[in-house]
T-cell receptor
């Protein structure tokens, strides 16, 4: 089955620690995205990538980093500089440049601070 | 700054009712207006979408009404069912970037 796989489902971070969230897709999509979701709020864009080895900051990139070494993978690192990391993190992909800009989402990773 | 304003924040209807969720946008460069449905603990999934060259689109029990001059669009759910209980997000998309509303939590009572 084609889709987006996020892991782990739940993640706990200790103060001062960096943690990495995994996102893999087998949809052959060029574009991938990371969103943060807080209770009662919409999805806010952290980083996005339209092509391998290239990515751009979204609206709330501070305290986060990404890489795009392979088309199918777009891991997100939550660094110790992110002082309020507790949130639900969603990875998505789409066909870059298509007129139909539908986003396909993974099932999310809930990150909590110990 | 919020570019998409969604209302109401929550909505409760009886089974068979017609909930209506509204969104207003600011940036006229947006060219794709989707609605996503999200169940607890899951990622959102596309429900229905519209482009600004049409005023209405229907897919099953779901209808989008689009008012370009007012920069507003709304989602109507006909004959709502308890299984429709979820959080609904509108979004505006341009050049591959989507901006989301804050979401509407819909509860359909049996």
């Amino acid at each position: 089955d084609g889709g987006i796989t996020q892991s782990p489902k739940y993640l706990f971070r200790k103060e001062g620690q960096n943690v990495t969230l995994s996102c893999e897709q087998n949809l052959n999509h060029d574009a991938m995205y990371w969103y943060r979701q807080d209770p009662g709020q919409g999805l806010r864009l952290i980083y996005y990538s339209q092509i391998v080895n290239d990515f751009q900051k979204g609206d709330i990139a501070e305290g986060y980093s990404v890489s795009r070494e392979k088309k199918e993978s777009f891991p997100l690192t939550v660094t110790s500089a992110q002082k309020n990391p507790t949130a639900f993190y969603l990875c998505a992909s789409s066909i870059a440049g298509a007129t139909n800009e539908k986003l396909f989402f993974g099932s999310g990773t809930q990150l909590s601070v110990l | 700054q919020q570019q998409v304003k969604q209302s109401p924040q929550s909505l409760i209807v009886q089974k068979g009712g017609i909930p209506i969720i509204n969104c207003a946008y600011e940036n006229t460069a947006f060219d794709y207006f989707p609605w996503y449905q999200q169940f607890p603990g899951k990622g959102p999934a596309l429900l229905i979408a519209i482009r600004p060259d049409v005023s209405e689109k229907k897919e099953g029990r779901f209808t989008i009404s689009f008012n370009k001059s007012a920069k507003q669009f709304s989602l109507h759910i006909m004959d709502s069912q308890p299984g429709d209980s979820a959080t609904y997000f509108c979004a505006d998309t341009n050049a591959g970037k989507s901006t989301f509303g804050d979401g509407t939590t819909l509860t359909v009572k049996p």
